[in-house]
């Protein structure tokens, strides 16, 4: 009885090509040709052989890529934190350099009055829509009062509305509730800056004679004791001399950039009297 007759001629044929490489590792250093034998050996088993080492120099390869891949990702990684770090840094950066400028500005403000000044930070902004104001950092403890008037390095802000201890609510010009004496700069006209609700204001009580042009610059007259004269209050936009109006409808753009408030002056003044807007004819 034969043993796994089926599987004989695949043992033949390994037995074979172990003997052949057997036979091959015994002469290889002899330094001669090989023989007829040696040749045939050779023929069965050099296939074989360059599939194996193929196959070796395959896996290998996958191997040191697959490390080299992992050590380049934990390096992308590491770098991209890097990056992050440094965009970070570089926007705290960048913030304090838009900080110090606008410190600089209030600064050479501060320098080129004579006026007593109070910095402040804005720390809110009125939620309702109700009203344009916003909340700053400083109060009664620091010598505030209602109506004083509030500024920054562009202009005028608005005025204190309320205190409590420490921290008080400023009414922006922009607001309908505001009222603000103003002069045209260049021709000396006079009118009232109010608030439209909006991110401009309006110039009332221009008469009809007045001199104004679209481009002109409106500042305060200082009459009311309420801001002193010549702040600097915005730029007329656009005019409408209606037949049927007996004033002129003047639009003025504020100086101030409100979306972009961060830090105010509150000119410290007492002796408030309300404004009182003139008569129409």
């Given at each position: 009885?034969?043993?796994?007759?089926?599987?004989?001629?695949?043992?033949?044929?390994?037995?074979?090509?172990?003997?052949?490489?057997?036979?091959?590792?015994?002469?290889?250093?002899?330094?001669q040709?090989?023989?007829?034998?040696?040749?045939?050996?050779?023929?069965?088993?050099?296939?074989?052989?360059?599939?194996?080492?193929?196959?070796?120099?395959?896996?290998?390869?996958?191997?040191?890529?697959?490390?080299?891949?992992v050590?380049?990702?934990q390096?992308?990684?590491?770098?991209?934190?890097?990056?992050?770090?440094?965009?970070?840094?570089?926007?705290?950066?960048q913030?304090?350099?838009?900080?110090?400028?606008?410190?600089?500005?209030?600064?050479?403000?501060?320098?080129?009055?004579?006026?007593?000044?109070?910095?402040?930070?804005?720390?809110?902004?009125?939620?309702?829509?109700?009203?344009?104001?916003?909340?700053i950092?400083?109060?009664?403890?620091?010598?505030?009062?209602?109506?004083?008037?509030?500024?920054?390095?562009?202009?005028?802000?608005?005025?204190?509305?309320?205190?409590?201890?420490?921290?008080?609510?400023?009414?922006?010009?922009?607001?309908?509730?505001?009222?603000?004496?103003?002069?045209?700069?260049?021709?000396?006209?006079?009118g009232m800056?109010?608030?439209?609700?909006?991110?401009?204001?309006?110039?009332?009580?221009?008469?009809?004679?007045?001199?104004?042009?679209?481009?002109?610059?409106?500042?305060?007259s200082?009459?009311?004791?309420?801001?002193?004269?010549?702040?600097?209050?915005?730029?007329?936009?656009?005019?409408?001399?209606?037949?049927?109006?007996?004033?002129?409808?003047?639009?003025?753009?504020?100086?101030?950039?409100?979306?972009?408030?961060?830090?105010?002056?509150?000119?410290?003044?007492?002796?408030?009297?309300?404004?009182?807007?003139?008569?129409?004819?």
């Open positions: 009885m034969t043993i796994f007759p089926e599987h004989r001629p695949k043992w033949v044929f390994y037995i074979f090509v172990i003997l052949s490489l057997i036979l091959l590792s015994l002469s290889s250093g002899r330094g040709d090989w023989n007829p034998a040696e040749k045939i050996a050779v023929e069965m088993t050099a296939p074989f052989q360059r599939f194996f080492v193929g196959t070796i120099s395959v896996v290998r390869g996958i191997w040191r890529d697959y490390f080299s891949l050590e380049t990702r390096e992308n990684l590491l770098l991209k934190k890097e990056i992050n770090l440094l965009k970070l840094e570089n926007s705290k950066y913030e304090l350099l838009l900080a110090n400028q606008r410190l600089r500005n209030l600064l050479n403000f501060q320098e080129n009055t004579n006026e007593p000044l109070l910095a402040a930070r804005v720390i809110g902004w009125d939620s309702s829509g109700l009203f344009k104001s916003i909340m950092d400083k109060g009664e403890n620091d010598g505030l009062t209602i109506n004083m008037p509030v500024v920054n390095s562009e202009g005028v802000v608005g005025r204190i509305v309320s205190v409590s201890p420490n921290y008080a609510q400023a009414l922006l010009i922009t607001d309908q509730n505001s009222a603000v004496d103003g002069l045209v700069q260049r021709s000396r006209g006079r800056l109010k608030g439209s609700g909006s991110n401009e204001c309006y110039l009332d009580y221009v008469i009809k004679t007045g001199e104004i042009k679209a481009g002109d610059t409106i500042v305060t200082g009459l009311g004791r309420v801001f002193p004269k010549g702040l600097y209050l915005g730029k007329v936009r656009k005019i409408t001399d209606s037949p049927n109006k007996l004033f002129k409808d003047v639009r003025v753009i504020p100086a101030v950039e409100f979306s972009k408030l961060e830090e105010v002056l509150i000119i410290l003044r007492s002796g408030f009297v309300p404004l009182r807007e003139p008569e129409m004819p």
